[in-house]
């Protein structure tokens, strides 16, 4: 019991002291960065990280043709290593294609630009050729007349890059000064390799390892840091206050915000990780006196 509760302190404390802050620009994806996953549907999931959110399609309702019940397809990137878009038995709501997609927003909903990125193949196109398109979009409103065309014409397992360098395949010159982009495919892909830039997105009150939201790992940090943080109730209030708020999102953005409260088992849990660490440090302190 001491072991394990030593071990998940000290994985916490690991995470807490590599977590990348805030910065006006983000490069995905790192062994260190956490995603949260906040909505899924029948075709898709919603994961935030580092104050950006990641909409993506998958293909829950594939059956694998044993049966009527879907079984879905599984993921062969899964983040951090990437995010996987799957092409879709059944389109989403209001999308008259089966295309592999991603969507990219930031949780404040502000512009920000797309500087690079690394897509990989899933599945052969260079039978008939394929190209990746990326539509950009403020306010709602798409950004051109048509999508900017990426070449992704390969096999398997292929991968493609592209920056602001000028390149008859594609360049990222104009992905600039968007709220949201939509990435496509008409077959399974996934990006692994992203830079995006925007302003600061500032952490909400209680985020104590500046990850972007406020959940258990804060409160390890928050009593394991006295003197950062004083150790006192007042700290502890803010903690609590704002749990499971993320970055970006503020008091009054919408029903998104509504703060969650910390499950009772996940402070015993931290509560007693954290008596056994103290407890062992004590020890080990007394231990070295008699040694001595």
Wanted: with cysteine; glycine share 10%.
């Amino acid at each position: 019991m001491f072991r394990f509760a030593y071990l998940t302190v000290a994985a916490l404390i690991c995470f807490t002291c590599c977590a990348p802050a805030h910065a006006a620009t983000v490069t995905f994806f790192d062994p260190s960065q956490i995603a949260t996953l906040v909505a899924e549907g029948t075709t898709w999931d919603k994961i935030r990280s580092n104050g950006y959110y990641y909409t993506y399609t998958r293909d829950k309702l594939f059956t694998g043709g044993i049966g009527p019940d879907p079984i879905g397809r599984y993921v062969r990137i899964p983040w951090p290593e990437g995010v996987e878009a799957q092409a879709v038995t059944t389109p989403p709501p209001g999308v008259t294609d089966y295309k592999a997609r991603i969507t990219l927003s930031r949780v404040d909903g502000d512009v920000f630009d797309l500087t690079a990125f690394t897509a990989k193949l899933l599945a052969n196109t260079a039978g008939a050729g394929g190209s990746i398109e990326i539509m950009p979009l403020l306010n709602g409103e798409d950004g051109f007349n048509d999508p900017l065309y990426f070449n992704a014409t390969g096999y398997y397992g292929q991968t493609f890059s592209y920056d602001e360098t000028p390149n008859y395949l594609g360049s990222t010159a104009l992905l600039k000064g968007f709220d949201t982009y939509k990435i496509g495919l008409y077959v399974d892909f996934a990006l692994v390799g992203l830079t995006l830039e925007g302003a600061l997105i500032p952490p909400p009150p209680g985020d104590y390892n500046t990850n972007g939201s406020v959940d258990a790992a804060d409160y390890v940090v928050w009593r394991m840091s006295p003197n950062d943080f004083g150790g006192d109730p007042e700290g502890y209030t803010t903690w609590r206050a704002h749990f499971g708020q993320a970055a970006g999102s503020g008091s009054g953005a919408g029903t998104n915000a509504a703060v969650a409260e910390p499950a009772t088992p996940v402070l015993l849990m931290f509560a007693a990780a954290s008596w056994f660490l103290r407890r062992s440090r004590a020890v080990r302190g007394n231990q070295q006196l008699i040694n001595a």
